[in-house]
């Protein structure tokens, strides 16, 4: 589980948009989907995109990844160059309704790479997402 800039401050960071719910409560939840499917979670958050690319190619053995990317979405052509590379499926995931808010947010570069694209359920989309990547990973 990979998320960018200003991630860590959830349950702080502008609470009538990204809720109350505090980043360790998320990393909880989508143990609670994953852990009983098999999967374990590493859990990482960076607001630097440069790490958040070192950290995805130091676990390209991972099955798969849900990613918030934040404000990188909008212009993280690195970020969106190592996830093209990463050879894993993986799920897009944003806590806002990105549609619902500023026209500058509402495209994602990164969005057309993944298998799956998650926004506007709150925390609760990091379970969907979850739940989506178990998914992907054990249909046959």
């Known amino acids: ?11 702080q960071r502008v609470p009538e948009i990204y809720g109350t719910t505090t980043l360790a409560e998320i990393e909880a939840s989508v143990r609670a989907v994953t852990e009983p499917a098999g999967f374990g979670v590493i859990a990482k958050q960076s ?5 958040l690319i070192g950290i995805l190619n130091a676990h390209r053995d991972c099955a798969g990844a849900i990613v918030n990317p934040a404000a990188l979405m909008i212009a993280g052509w690195s970020l969106r160059d190592a996830l093209e590379d990463y050879g894993r499926p993986w799920v897009e ?5 990105i549609y619902r808010r500023e026209e500058f947010r509402q495209k994602s570069v990164l969005a057309p790479l993944a298998s ?13 997402a979850a739940h989506a990547l178990v998914h ?4 046959t």
């Open 136 to 139: 992907v990973l054990t249909a």
């Open 1 to 11: 589980m990979l998320n960018g800039p200003n991630l860590g401050r959830l349950g």
């Open 47 to 51: 607001d630097s995109e440069g790490e």
């Open 93 to 97: 995931v944003h806590i806002s309704n």
């Open 116 to 128: 799956a694209v998650i926004v506007g359920a709150g925390p609760y989309g990091y379970v969907l």
